[in-house]
Nanobody, 114 residues
């Protein structure tokens, strides 16, 4: 069974930065479509950033210009660089393919203090 493992979260002050990592099994064949999602307290999981099949990247309006998704195929790792963090970015962050194609991992908690 595919297991996605997210890491890199933590507690950071507003304006700070974090880089999240998603370790991907070598057998996964949709690594190029892996994106990042988040679930804030009391809210549904939402898309943060994800590549499209056309080779572009879609970002949630709330993170545009602050977050950047990248991938290192040699390391089977997908990253999310988060800059200028805001308290409203506080959430558990997950990686997955569109539609939650793979079983959801445990995620990594990001807490931004004001």
């Amino acid at each position: 069974q595919v297991q996605l493992v997210e890491s890199g979260g933590g507690l950071v002050q507003a304006g700070g930065s974090l880089r999240l990592s998603c370790a991907v099994p070598g057998s996964i064949f949709r690594i190029n479509l892996l994106g990042w999602y988040r679930r804030a307290p009391g809210k549904q999981r939402e898309l943060v950033a994800a590549p499209t099949s056309g080779g572009n990247t879609v970002y949630a309006d709330s993170v545009k210009g602050r977050f950047t998704i990248s991938r290192d195929n040699a390391k089977n790792t997908v990253y999310l660089q988060m800059n200028s963090l805001k308290p409203e970015d506080t959430a558990v962050y997950y990686c997955n393919a569109p539609g939650g194609y793979y079983p959801w991992g445990q995620g990594t908690q990001v807490t931004v203090s004001s």
